[in-house]
């Protein structure tokens, strides 16, 4: 099957710090790719999807300029997380869909950041 | 989006056959139903995927009633490795709107 990396798998910043994390597709070409972050014991919401060569949808009470998504090849979509503050400390997952598996998405094993 | 409901929490003993059901009662015409394990801090992996009746894999199988308007996920013979929580999801692949989670099901096997 498909698989989708991420990168880093774990890191921790200091507050007011920026973190960028990366996702790629690896063996295919991800037309579209989603961002989620996933608190403790809770299930996956959505934070944006992006869609490559063009602004990222950022689902509603999702703050676009704390969370830069840029999806500027086929392969590779990151996520910025700008002033990171402790409350930010989450799983976040990416996932990719292609055109040739388009009715099934891949996901990535998620980044856990945590911020002091 | 369809809203999807599941149990909470299921306990079985392994080698018993794990039956999870879901109710998506507003589900539409091109909605599919899919399926993902998820164990902790790792991303959901595809379990299964299907649009009516029956369809089965390697590793579940998934049946449909005609009103679609509910589905449930059979686990056949469950290890403890089948501890997981499982997402089913109901949308059109299609659309370019993004499956949404519910709250899954967090199954523990007993040994």
């Known amino acids: 099957g498909a698989v989708v990396s991420q990168h880093p798998s774990r890191v921790i910043c200091k507050s007011g710090t920026s973190v960028k994390i990366e996702c790629r597709s690896l063996d295919f070409q991800a037309t579209t790719m989603f961002w989620y972050r996933q608190f403790p014991k809770q299930s996956l919401m959505l934070m944006a999807t992006?869609?490559?060569?063009?602004?990222?949808?950022?689902e509603q009470g999702v703050e676009k300029d704390k969370f830069l998504i840029n999806h500027a090849s086929l392969t590779l979509s990151t996520l910025t997380v700008t002033s990171a503050h402790p409350e930010d400390s989450s799983f976040y997952i990416c996932s990719a869909r292609g055109l040739a598996n388009y009715n099934e998405q891949f996901f990535g094993p998620g980044t856990r950041l945590t911020v002091l | 989006l369809a809203k999807t409901t599941q149990p909470v929490s299921m306990d079985s003993y392994e080698g018993q056959e794990v039956n999870i059901t879901c109710s998506h009662n507003n589900i539409a015409t091109n909605d599919y139903i899919t399926w993902y394990q998820q164990f902790p801090s790792q991303g959901p992996r595809f379990i299964i995927q299907g649009y009516k009746t029956k369809v089965t894999n390697e590793v579940a199988s998934l049946f449909i009633p005609a009103d679609r308007k509910s589905s449930t996920l059979s686990l056949p013979r469950v290890s403890l490795s089948d501890t997981a929580v499982y997402y089913c999801?109901?949308?059109?692949?299609?659309?370019?709107?993004?499956?949404?989670f519910g709250s899954g099901t967090q199954l523990t096997v007993l040994p």
């Open positions: 992006s869609n490559e060569g063009s602004k990222a949808t950022y």
């Open positions: 999801l109901v949308g059109d692949p299609g659309s370019a709107r993004q499956l949404t």
